[in-house]
C-alpha cells in the first residue's frame, strides 16, 4: 500500500487538520407477509418469479392499494428513532429500468411519513435522522455474458419480479456522522432497533438491509465539502472500510490540489476503494410528481399512539437496565452482545434466582452465543454455578468446564457435576504447601519474581496447577505467592 | 333508425317475452350488416357472448333470481381490461395482449346479467377526440359516414348508435364519452371522479380519467350507472359511497332547481349549438326551474391546464410499454436500443407527442413553469365551479362547439382537435359530475348535445335535469 494511487485502507485517523461529514441512506425491507401495494407474497429466497400479481407486474389497468401492515411497521420505526409521524403523501419517481415494471417506483419525496429523528450513538453521540420514508422495492436483475456484470455489454439478463414491491424503508440521517466507528455503530443500532420492533430482519448480507454512504471532508469549521455517494456497500465492515477510503480518497485530491465532482462511486469490497459509477450531471431526472392512484396517508392521532404503547423496551434502554442490575458499563461489549442476542432478561432471570451478577454475565456472554433470547438451560442451574465458584467451591477453570457440560445438556446441577468430575476445591492449607513446595523446586524462578519480574510467576503458578492436576484456584495461588514475596 | 332501450330488453328478457339469445343474434345481425362499413369494434366476441345469453336464458326458464342487465348486449372500450380477451386500447405496442384478469366494471356487469358483445375501437390510449388515432383505423359515424362520431371513445358511441350494442361503456379523461354521445346523438355520462372503479381501465391520465355509459335514454343511463359505480377496494381513489340511486329521481321534474347560465363562456362555438342551448334553457324555465346567471372565470385556462396534467400523467402512465415483460417488442442490440425502437414503432404519432409534452412539463427546471400552474389553475377551476354552485344546482352548455364534423378536418391541426373538448375539460379538472344529452339537430340535421354539469356527487340532481331535458326534446 506504498504507491500513491491506493490509499490506506486501515481505520487510523485521517490527516491532521482534516474531518470527514458522513451521511447514511439505509434502506430496509419490512417485515410483512404480503407486497406495499398488493397481496402476493413477501417472501425471500424463492423461485424466480412465482410472488407476482398484475399490480407487481404493472400490467395495464393495475392500481395500487397500500398495505396497512407496512405503514403500522414504518410508524414502529419512526416512533423508535423519535420520529414525528405525519400525514404524507406518495409520489412517483420515473425512470426507465427492466426490473421497474411499472418504469416508476413509488416513493415518499416532499411529505414522509416520519421526519426530524435521531439515534443516539455510545458517547452520547446524536445523530440526526432527517426522515423514514415508504417506498416499494425494485425487481432483481441479473446479467449474463460480458465482463462488467452490468447491462451494458451483457449477452442477456433475466429478471425476478419476486421483490418488486416490496415494502422498504428509507432512514435518511443527518450529515453528523464523523468517523467511520460512529457509521459503524449507527448501522448496527438501527438493525438492533429494527430487529428488536419486529420491523425487518435486516440481514445486510441477504440484502433486506442496505446502505448507502455520502462522504465529504473538509478542514474543521469550513463549510461541508463536496460529497460523493457510494453504492454497493454490503457488510458492516465495508461501511467503515469504505467511509475510511473515500475520507483519503478526498484529501489525497484535494492536498494534491484537485478538486471532489458530486458523483455516484462504487465500493469494490476485493480491491478495497472507490470508483466513479456515475457523475452528477449524468444523473436521471426523475420527472417527481404525486402519484394521482393514491390518496393522502394521514395516520390518525389514536392509531399512532397504540402503536407507540405497543413498542417494546429499545435496546439502548435494555443495556442501560442491563448494566445497572449487574454493574457494567452500558457501552461495554458485553451489554451490545447481551441485549442483541436478547439474553438480559435471561441474565436478569439469573440474578434473581440468587446468581452471582458478574460471573453470570460472564458465563452467558461466553456459552450462550449459539442459545437465542430464551436459552433451554434453567436460569437456577447457572445461578447455582456462579454461587459455586463465588465461595471458592470449584476454581474459575472448573467452573468453565461445568458450565459447558450444563450448557451441552440443556441443564444441569452445577455441585452434582463438580461431584462426578472431582472437582473439589483444595483447602487453603494443602495449596500453600504446594506453593512452598513448587519454590524449593525452582529457586531462580522464586528468585527472579521477588527481584519483581512478574512473569516469571508463571512458572510458579504452572507448577503447583500440574501438582494440583488443576483443582488448584489460579487466583488463591496468586494470592500466596505475593503474601509470601512481601514478608 | 330507432332500437329498443336498455330498460325494455331487461324487461322483455326477465318477462320472457324475448330470449337473450335472440336479442343477441338481433344485434349480431345489425354488427354483420354494417361493422364493415362504420369500424366500431375491434373486437367482436360473438361466441362468448352467445354462452352468456344462453345462460341468462337458462337463468329466465328456472325462474333464478335476474341482475338488472340480464340479457342486455353491451360493448366495452378497448382500453378496459377483459380476462383471456384481447385488450389493445387501439395501439400497435397492445395488439395480441390478453389480460390474466377482468377490470372491476367487466366484473360488474357480468354480475348484473349483460352479455358483453365486443370491444370497441378508441383513439390510441384515449387521446384524441374522432377516434381518427386508432392504429386500426377510424371509426364511422353511423348517421352520416363521412364523419367522425367523436372521440376518443367513439367506437362505443358508434357501436349503440348503430344498434350494435344496447349500450356501452366508455372512458373520459377529457370528454371522451361526453362529446361522442353529442356527435351520435347518445346520452353519455361522466360520473364524479371516485363514483366508477378504474381498476382495469388501462390509465391515460389517472387523476381525471373515469368510466361511464353510452345510451340511448336517460334511464338506460341510470340503469348502467347503478350497476357499475360503487365503492371498490381495488381503487384507492374509489370514493366511500354505494351506487347512486338515479332510477329513482328520473320523474321529479325540475321544479324550484335553479339551472346556472355562464356568462363568460368560451367562444367559438356554431350558431345551431347556442340556439340549441338556449331551447334548453327555455324548456327548463318552463317546466319550473329558475335560470341563474353564473360566472366561471377560470374555465378559459382548463384546455391549457388539461394540456399539461393530462401529458404529465401520461408520459409516466404509457411508460411500461417499454418492450420488456408484454406486448410488442422491436429487437435492437442494447437495451435502450430496444426502448427507443420499440416505442417509436408501437406508439402513434399523438400518443408520442403527449409523451413528449408531458415528459416536458414534468422536467427539472420546467415543472414549477408547467405542471406546477397547471395544478393551480386547476384547483382555481375548483373554486370556481364551488362558488357558483352556491347559487345553482347544475350548469348547462354545450358539450361539444360543433356537430361531427368531416373525416380529415381536424387531423392536420392538434389545437383545433383539441379545441373539441374546451367546454368537457373542466369538469376532469375539478372531478366533477357531467353528462351530454341528445338535444335536437343542429347544421346537416345532425344531433347536438347539451352538457348537464353538476358538482361532485350530484349524479342525483344531475339526472333529474337530463330527464327533463329528455321529455322536453
Request: hydrophobic content about 40%; some cysteine.
Amino acid at each position: 500500500m506504498s504507491n500513491a494511487t491506493s490509499a490506506p485502507t486501515n481505520a487510523a485517523a485521517l490527516p491532521e487538520g482534516w474531518e470527514m461529514v458522513v451521511g447514511l441512506e439505509v434502506h430496509v425491507e419490512l417485515d410483512t407477509a404480503t407486497k406495499l401495494f398488493s397481496g402476493s407474497p413477501n417472501r425471500f429466497g424463492d423461485d424466480p418469479n412465482t410472488h407476482i400479481d398484475p399490480v407487481t407486474l404493472g400490467l395495464p389497468g393495475a392500481l395500487p392499494v397500500l398495505n396497512r401492515k407496512a405503514v403500522e411497521l414504518a410508524i414502529r420505526l419512526g416512533l423508535a428513532l423519535n420520529c414525528t409521524v405525519q400525514s404524507c403523501t406518495f409520489h412517483r419517481k420515473n425512470y426507465f429500468y427492466p426490473d421497474l415494471p411499472k418504469a416508476y417506483q413509488i416513493s415518499q419525496y416532499d411529505q414522509p411519513l416520519n421526519v426530524d429523528g435521531f439515534l443516539m450513538l455510545p458517547g452520547d453521540v446524536r445523530i440526526g435522522v432527517e426522515r423514514a420514508h415508504l417506498e416499494e422495492d425494485t425487481g432483481k436483475s441479473t446479467h449474463f455474458g460480458g465482463s462488467s456484470g452490468r447491462i451494458h455489454g451483457s449477452d442477456y439478463s433475466l429478471v425476478d419480479f419476486n421483490r418488486a414491491g416490496v415494502p422498504l424503508v428509507e432512514i435518511v440521517s443527518r450529515p453528523d456522522i464523523r468517523t467511520s466507528d460512529q457509521a459503524r455503530q449507527y448501522v448496527n443500532e438501527l438493525r438492533s432497533i429494527l430487529v428488536a420492533i419486529g420491523a425487518s430482519d435486516a440481514k445486510m448480507e441477504e440484502g433486506s438491509m442496505r446502505v448507502d454512504v455520502n462522504v465529504s471532508v473538509r478542514r474543521p469549521g469550513e463549510p461541508f465539502g463536496t460529497r460523493c455517494e457510494i453504492k454497493n456497500v454490503n457488510s458492516v465492515r465495508a461501511v467503515g472500510r469504505a467511509i475510511d477510503y473515500e475520507a483519503r480518497r478526498q484529501i489525497q485530491e484535494i492536498e494534491s490540489g484537485g478538486t471532489i465532482r458530486q458523483e455516484t462511486r462504487h465500493w469494490d469490497d476485493a480491491e478495497g476503494r472507490t470508483h466513479t459509477l456515475r457523475a452528477k450531471e449524468d444523473a436521471d431526472d426523475y420527472r417527481y410528481f404525486l402519484e394521482p392512484d393514491l390518496v393522502l396517508l394521514d395516520p390518525d392521532r389514536e392509531w399512532v399512539e397504540s402503536i407507540r404503547t405497543s413498542l417494546p423496551v429499545l435496546p439502548a434502554a435494555r443495556r442501560a437496565a442491563l448494566a445497572a442490575l449487574v454493574g457494567i458499563d452500558k457501552e461495554s461489549e458485553a451489554a451490545y452482545v447481551l441485549v442483541e442476542r436478547g439474553q438480559d432478561d435471561y441474565v436478569a432471570e439469573v440474578v434473581r434466582a440468587g446468581g452471582e451478577a458478574g460471573r453470570a454475565v460472564v458465563y452467558v456472554q461466553q456459552a450462550f452465543a449459539e442459545e437465542g433470547a430464551k436459552p433451554r438451560v434453567p436460569a437456577a442451574d447457572i445461578s447455582a454455578l456462579t454461587v459455586l465458584e463465588r465461595d471458592g467451591k470449584v476454581t474459575a477453570t472448573q467452573a468453565k468446564t461445568i458450565l459447558a457440560e450444563i450448557v451441552l445438556n440443556g441443564g444441569g446441577d452445577a455441585a452434582t457435576i463438580a461431584k462426578d468430575k472431582g472437582f473439589e476445591a483444595l483447602d487453603t492449607s494443602a495449596v500453600e504447601s504446594m506453593v512452598d513446595a513448587a519454590i524449593a523446586a525452582q529457586p531462580d524462578a522464586w528468585a527472579k519474581y521477588c527481584n519483581g519480574e512478574e512473569k516469571a510467576m508463571g512458572a510458579l503458578v504452572g507448577a503447583v496447577m500440574k501438582t494440583s492436576q488443576g483443582k488448584a484456584d489460579g487466583k488463591v495461588v496468586t494470592a500466596i505467592l505475593q503474601a509470601r514475596r512481601s514478608k | 333508425m330507432s332500437f329498443p332501450t336498455v330498460a325494455q330488453l331487461a324487461r322483455d328478457i326477465r318477462e320472457g317475452k324475448v330470449t337473450a339469445s335472440a336479442v343477441l343474434e338481433e344485434h349480431l345481425k345489425r354488427v354483420d350488416e354494417r361493422e364493415s362499413e362504420i369500424h366500431a369494434f375491434n373486437l367482436v366476441t360473438a361466441e362468448n357472448a352467445r354462452a352468456a345469453a344462453v345462460e341468462v336464458d337458462r337463468a329466465v326458464q328456472a325462474g333464478k333470481p335476474l341482475g338488472p342487465l340480464a340479457g342486455v348486449p353491451i360493448a366495452l372500450k378497448d382500453n378496459m381490461c377483459t380476462r383471456g380477451i384481447e385488450t389493445t386500447c387501439s395501439s400497435k405496442i397492445l395488439e395480441g395482449w390478453k389480460p390474466p384478469y377482468d377490470a372491476t366494471v367487466v366484473t360488474k356487469l357480468r354480475e348484473a346479467g349483460a352479455v358483453i358483445v365486443g370491444k370497441t375501437n378508441l383513439d390510441e390510449f384515449a387521446m384524441g377526440s374522432s377516434t381518427e388515432n386508432s392504429a386500426f383505423g377510424p371509426t364511422r359515424n353511423p348517421l352520416d359516414t363521412s364523419r367522425v362520431p367523436g372521440g376518443s371513445s367513439g367506437g362505443s358511441a358508434a357501436a349503440v348508435a348503430a344498434g350494435f350494442a344496447a349500450a356501452s361503456l366508455g372512458s373520459d379523461t377529457g370528454g371522451s364519452i361526453r362529446q361522442p354521445a353529442a356527435l351520435c346523438g347518445l346520452v353519455g355520462v361522466k360520473p364524479t371522479y371516485g363514483v366508477v372503479s378504474r381498476y382495469g381501465l388501462v390509465a391515460f391520465a389517472s387523476s381525471l380519467d373515469q368510466i361511464g355509459p353510452f345510451t340511448h335514454t336517460v334511464e338506460d343511463a341510470a340503469l348502467v350507472m347503478e350497476s357499475i359505480a360503487g365503492h371498490d377496494p381495488m381503487d384507492s381513489t374509489s370514493l366511500l359511497q354505494p351506487a347512486p340511486s338515479l332510477l329513482s329521481v328520473l320523474d321529479q321534474g325540475v321544479q324550484g332547481m335553479r339551472i346556472g347560465r355562464v356568462v363568460d363562456m368560451p367562444e367559438g362555438s356554431e350558431p345551431d349549438v347556442l340556439e340549441r342551448l338556449d331551447a334548453a334553457f327555455a324548456a327548463l324555465k318552463e317546466r319550473g326551474a329558475a335560470i341563474v346567471d353564473v360566472k366561471l372565470p377560470s374555465l378559459q385556462f382548463g384546455l391549457t391546464a388539461y394540456y399539461l396534467v393530462a401529458p404529465a400523467e401520461a408520459s409516466s402512465n404509457l411508460a411500461r410499454y417499454d418492450g420488456v415483460r408484454y406486448g410488442m417488442r422491436v429487437d435492437a442490440p442494447d437495451l435502450n436500443a430496444m426502448y427507443a425502437a420499440t416505442r417509436s414503432q408501437g406508439f402513434g404519432a399523438e400518443v408520442k407527442r403527449r409523451i413528449m409534452l408531458g415528459t416536458y412539463a414534468l422536467s427539472a427546471g420546467y415543472y414549477d413553469a408547467y405542471y406546477g400552474k397547471a395544478l393551480k389553475v386547476r384547483r382555481l377551476i375548483a373554486d370556481d365551479f364551488a362558488k357558483a354552485y352556491q347559487s345553482c344546482d347544475v350548469v348547462l352548455t354545450p358539450t361539444s362547439p360543433s356537430v361531427a364534423f368531416p373525416f380529415g378536418d381536424k387531423t392536420a391541426d392538434p389545437l383545433a382537435m383539441y379545441l373539441c373538448d374546451v367546454f368537457t375539460i373542466p369538469t376532469n379538472l375539478a372531478g366533477h359530475a357531467a353528462m351530454s344529452v341528445p338535444f335536437g339537430t343542429g347544421a346537416h340535421s345532425l344531433p347536438v348535445g347539451v352538457q348537464v354539469l353538476a358538482p361532485a356527487l350530484g349524479e342525483a340532481t344531475m339526472f333529474r335535469v337530463a330527464a327533463e331535458l329528455e321529455r322536453a326534446r
